[in-house]
């Protein structure tokens, strides 16, 4: 976990867990939103700790997943999870980090997440 008031620090981290996946080729999930929507519409995605990460797991192939509706899971603090409620996950691509600039990587990322 990350302070988001501590941008130094937040990064530093980052730095660490890129390190650690690269060393260990451990898999790993993060949420370049930073928080997950309120309304279903994607909010923009904060560069810094991607880019960070992306420059730290060289190696990496990166899977751009989107997760649509959980928003509607949230929106009670899932509880009452509203019936017929369904999550999906999509796949918008699979790429090999070491074919692009981390910062070209990232818009293309958000690019793809932000189609839907």
């Known amino acids: ?3 988001r008031n501590n941008r130094s620090l937040a990064l530093q981290k980052i730095k ?4 650690q996946i690269e060393k260990n080729q451990w898999a790993a999930v993060i949420f370049p939103e ?3 929507s309120k309304n279903g519409q994607p909010k923009k995605f904060h560069s810094g700790g ?4 992306f ?7 990166v899977v751009a997943l989107s997760i649509n509706n959980s928003w509607r899971l949230a929106q ?3 509880f009452p999870i509203p019936l017929g409620t369904k999550v999906s ?8 980090l070491k074919e ?6 990232f818009d293309k990322v958000e690019h793809l997440i932000a189609q839907e």
């Open 1 to 3: 976990m990350i302070n």
């Open 16 to 19: 660490k867990f890129g390190n």
């Open 34 to 36: 930073g928080t997950r």
């Open 50 to 53: 991607l880019i960070t990460l």
């Open 55 to 61: 420059e730290h797991i060289p190696n990496a192939t």
């Open 76 to 78: 009670y603090h899932y």
């Open 89 to 96: 996950f999509k796949v918008k691509g699979v790429f090999q």
């Open 100 to 105: 692009y600039e981390p910062a070209v990587l």
